[in-house]
């Protein structure tokens, strides 16, 4: 009898130690993609902010650029390299994402944003950014277009229509893109609801509009791409 019972008990280790890596795995494989998503919002936030308070020879736009298209070549085999809440919203709305996935990229995003924000206040000795926020539709509408252009090329990368060593580079140039469009329409060309609240410029319009551009620009990309 003791001996039936040992093997029944050897038996269902053999069956559920498999079992248990594979769960182990994969928890541990969702917690490197938030992570990679918080640490990313997070440096991108940090240079934006100490970039708009130190004179410096790169301006903000083309050090974010920067920081964006070096953390895509680093996470893009493990989150993807979004670090952007109207990116993630973006490629949700054309199915390449789940909705919890989503849901916890976006509460990462925003934690590393955060954390950023806490850290630049105590480098600046208690100062923030005192970046000018106006909530006006015209400044909606610059958010929107930039992140329209940046979504749409972002999903041509998604869609598998580049080169794969080339997509930090094409990124970067897309982002540009969208920022030099709503900077020139009047909008602080920040195109992300995160780093808006990191320095100081979150509002209505530049938490929906970015949403609601990247919803825009992937959707047209995947209607021409049928």
């Keep these: 009898s003791f001996s039936f019972r040992s093997k029944k008990v050897r038996a269902k280790c053999i069956i559920t130690a498999p079992t248990w890596f594979i769960f182990i795995n994969c928890y541990d494989l969702c917690m490197k993609k938030y992570i990679a998503e918080a640490f990313g919002t997070f440096v991108l936030t940090l240079v934006v902010a100490l970039s708009l308070v130190n004179s410096f020879p790169i301006s903000t736009p083309i050090l974010a650029v920067l920081t964006v298209g070096l953390f895509v070549y680093a996470f893009w085999h493990i989150s993807g390299g979004h670090i952007n809440p109207a990116v993630t919203v973006g490629l949700w709305s054309i199915n390449k994402i789940n909705n919890n996935e989503a849901l916890k990229y976006i509460i990462a995003q925003f934690l590393g944003a955060g954390v950023a924000c806490y850290v630049f206040y105590l ?26 252009f940046y979504g749409f090329f972002i999903a041509a990368i998604v869609y598998g229509k580049t080169p794969n060593h080339f997509h930090g580079l094409l990124i970067a140039g897309a982002l540009l893109l969208g920022i030099a469009v709503s900077s020139l329409l009047g909008s602080n060309g920040l195109i992300n609801p995160a780093v808006a609240l990191g320095v100081g410029s979150f509002n209505m319009m530049y938490l929906l509009s970015p949403l609601i551009g990247s919803i825009l620009g992937m959707q047209l990309y995947k209607y021409l791409d049928n």
């Design 123 to 148: 480098i600046n000795n208690g100062a923030d950014v005192s970046l000018v926020s106006n909530n006006s539709f015209a400044v909606g509408f610059a958010e929107l277009l930039g992140m329209l």
